[in-house]
């Protein structure tokens, strides 16, 4: 070990030593990354990764020992075979590259340590083939045991640097350089301790120490040019790999069709949020917002207008969003919304709420018409409603589904009851599919009388459900119910068919009438509904009415009055229930093609006590007569109601003072239905069913 030692320091020029020893260090740590890099790529990609590795290491190899060699002190004239020396270089280049595809191509469980083998071997053959190409004035003999040591060492720690460089690990490429250079280094000065020159006296030779320093220089430079350019090739290609893994990371948590965050964006940057809320001590708040009509706009205009619509509130969010103020919207689902805000510095949330739902229910123009997208939002806040992530999302949809179910208002915020609700309305909602299932249900109907004769003029058939536990259960509780969890069309399907079954049963030549829901109404198949419940029943479709609110044309005017005109085709009337509760009336009357007009039944409680409501209801009467439409009222209970209709020409009537609903068992026992016998098979006429 001295004896190297005194090699280094004593046979060589230091400077150059370090020269070499830098040069080794950098080659060896771009190798050791190139190298890396091969081992994640595959195909021709591999192939380019892996000269690039062989070509640094070898001019690593081959340029620290050829400026060692110009630093070394021989004592006599030297120089050098060119032709050797070229071999030299080839050979570190090619033994380095069988040695690091061998290493890295992991064939078996050591190939890293017999790939590392085979470059300690290359390193001993340019070694001792420069040194044959080393020409001295003297007499060179070796001592075999440094020179054996030499190929040892290059052996053993090449092929221990390529075992330990190709494990995981963060500093596996630190690793891999540090002992590769030392194998290089080791073999270098240990080899060169085993050379020895007895000097031979010849007149006329002599070596050019300032000659030598130069080219030493010179070979360094290009080394160093060689070993940038792999340099720059891994760095190039690790700033695109990082550019591309960005951009796919991007695309990962990015919405495609509203440039959003997505459903993950949205989870990752909710986890920051509430980290920082907890460290900085401030309140967070979530709205969960979801689209309360955006099923319809896909059924009646299809998909590729819900996606614009989606397109355009996406762009709508983006624009109103101050991020660097902490505010951030995502999309996480179909029609579902999710906003996260932080409440710091004082700002207000109903502020950004406000905002948030002014886009979310501003008009969009699409394809030459005006569509009106609503949206419920839902509010919880952390600390103060949950402490974490999934209950704060849970408490956020709670109050969600709360703003969903209340007309009066789009925005909600979390109630620490709200749990009971939503158990209560869950618990609902599942008996109400067990009621359909074992017959809990059934249809009363109330009468529909001529206001100026008491004549009956029809039913209207009234859905009710006795509950086996909780008694009657009225329908303004379970029918939004049924919309919610998607059950009116079961619902809605029942009673049509019940409604027309028993009216076909009856003498008299009598109307029913029968509410669609909303839901029901813009259902694609509804007018193949009726006419196959006509074809069944046998009822007459002049008899048959279907009564719908203004809510249910609203929203898509088009296709509202293409389902009612088909629906018409049949010979079905059809009336506007709830007159002058909506929107637009007026519009609506003369847009579609109504056959009646039903005045909402607050219009005639307050009738008594406010002259306005009577002026209201002698302008509806006169509206309906001059466009040939009936007008019916709804909820007559006193004589003074009843007159006052009378007096005011109102056609039709219908309220608890006229007759309250009951079962068709019970009309038929007072007499005010009669029904025809049972059909029998024999008879030819069987019920269709």
């Given at each position: 070990m001295f004896t190297v030692l005194s090699c280094v320091v004593y046979a060589h020029n230091i400077w150059l030593v370090l020269l070499a020893a830098v040069l080794c260090l950098?080659?060896?740590?771009?190798?050791?990354?190139?190298?890396r890099r091969a081992g994640q790529t595959t195909g021709m990609l591999r192939v380019g990764w892996h000269f690039l590795t062989a070509l640094a290491a070898g001019v690593a190899i081959w340029c620290t020992h050829f400026v060692?060699?110009?630093?070394?002190?021989?004592?006599?004239?030297?120089?050098?075979?060119?032709?050797?020396?070229?071999?030299?270089?080839?050979?570190?280049?090619?033994?380095?590259?069988?040695?690091?595809?061998?290493?890295?191509?992991?064939?078996?469980?050591?190939a890293p340590a017999v790939g590392g083998a085979v470059v300690g071997l290359a390193i001993?053959?340019?070694?001792?083939?420069g040194m044959i190409a080393y020409r001295v004035q003297g007499i060179v003999?070796?001592?075999?045991?440094?020179?054996?040591?030499?190929?040892?060492?290059?052996?053993g720690f090449s092929a221990l640097a390529l075992q330990l460089g190709t494990r995981k690990g963060k500093y596996a490429n630190d690793i891999l350089a540090g002992v590769l250079a030392f194998a290089i280094v080791a073999l270098h000065f240990t080899g060169m301790t085993a050379f020895n020159v007895a000097p031979l006296e010849i007149d006329g030779a002599y070596s050019d120490p300032e000659a030598f320093r130069a080219l030493a220089l010179a070979v360094t430079g290009m080394a160093a040019l060689i070993v940038a350019a792999g340099l720059a090739s891994y760095l190039i290609d690790d700033k695109t790999r990082t550019e591309n893994i960005e951009m796919l990371r991007q695309m990962a948590t990015t919405d495609a069709l509203t440039a959003l965050p997505n459903r993950q964006g949205f989870e990752a940057r909710l986890e920051f949020e509430l980290s920082l809320a907890a460290e900085q001590r401030h309140k967070l708040a979530l709205a969960r917002i979801d689209l309360t009509r955006f099923k319809e706009i896909n059924d009646l205009r299809g998909h590729k207008v819900g996606d614009s619509v989606l397109r355009n509130l996406g762009q709508r969010i983006s624009d109103l969003l101050h991020q660097e103020n902490g505010e951030f919207v995502a999309r996480v689902g179909g029609d579902e919304f999710a906003a996260i805000f932080r409440m710091t510095g004082g700002r207000d949330i109903a502020t950004f709420l406000e905002k948030i739902e002014?886009?979310?229910?501003?008009p969009i123009r699409l394809e030459g018409s005006e569509i009106h997208p609503r949206a419920s939002l839902g509010v919880s806040i952390y600390p103060d409603d949950a402490d974490d992530a999934e209950t704060l999302i849970s408490n956020a949809n709670l109050a969600m589904y709360r703003a969903k179910s209340d007309i009066s208002?789009?925005?909600?915020?979390y109630e620490k009851d709200m749990d009971q609700r939503v158990k209560e309305r869950r618990a609902m909602s599942a008996d109400l599919r067990d009621a359909i299932a074992h017959g809990q249900l059934s249809v009363a109907y109330q009468v529909q009388t001529r206001v100026s004769t008491g004549e009956t003029l029809g039913y209207e058939a009234l859905l009710r459900w006795e509950h086996p536990q909780l008694g009657f259960i009225s329908p303004e509780t379970f029918i939004p119910l049924a919309e919610e969890s998607g059950l009116i069309l079961d619902l809605g399907e029942w009673v049509l068919r019940t409604a027309c079954e028993d009216a076909a049963t009856w003498t008299q030549p009598l109307t029913v009438a029968v509410n669609l829901s909303a839901v029901q109404f813009i259902h694609a198949d509804l007018p193949k509904l009726v006419r196959d419940v006509l074809a069944e029943t046998?009822?007459?479709?002049?008899?048959?009415?279907?009564?719908?609110?203004?809510?249910?044309?609203?929203?898509?005017?088009?296709?509202?009055?293409?389902?009612?005109?088909?629906?018409?085709?049949?010979?079905?009337?059809?009336?506007?229930?709830?007159?002058?509760?909506?929107?637009?009336?007026?519009?609506?009357?003369?847009?579609?093609?109504?056959?009646?007009?039903?005045?909402?039944?607050s219009?005639?409680?307050?009738?008594?006590?406010n002259p306005q409501t009577i002026a209201i209801i002698r302008a509806v009467v006169a509206l309906g007569r001059s466009l040939g439409l009936a007008v019916l009222a709804e909820g007559i209970e006193s004589e003074e109601q009843l007159n006052m209709l009378h007096m005011e020409g109102c056609s039709e009537g219908q309220g608890y003072l006229l007759g309250r609903p009951s079962p068709l068992k019970q009309l038929v026992a007072d007499g005010a239905i009669t029904v025809n016998p049972p059909r029998t098979a024999s008879s030819g006429v069987a019920r269709a069913h």
């Open positions: 950098s080659g060896s740590w771009v190798t050791a990354r190139l190298f060692a060699m110009l630093g070394f002190y021989a004592g006599t004239p030297v120089g050098f075979n060119p032709s050797l020396t070229i071999l030299s270089l080839l050979i570190a280049v090619i033994g380095s590259s069988l040695g690091f595809v061998l290493g890295g191509s992991r064939l078996f469980k050591f001993a053959a340019m070694h001792y083939t003999t070796w001592d075999q045991r440094y020179l054996v040591a030499s190929i040892l060492l290059a052996v002014r886009v979310m229910h501003a208002r789009s925005i909600c915020f046998r009822l007459q479709p002049s008899r048959l009415e279907l009564e719908l609110t203004e809510t249910a044309v609203f929203s898509d005017g088009h296709r509202a009055r293409h389902l009612m005109e088909q629906i018409k085709q049949t010979g079905v009337k059809v009336a506007l229930d709830d007159f002058g509760t909506g929107y637009s009336s007026l519009d609506t009357l003369v847009s579609f093609p109504f056959d009646k007009i039903k005045i909402d039944k219009f005639i409680q307050e009738a008594h006590s």
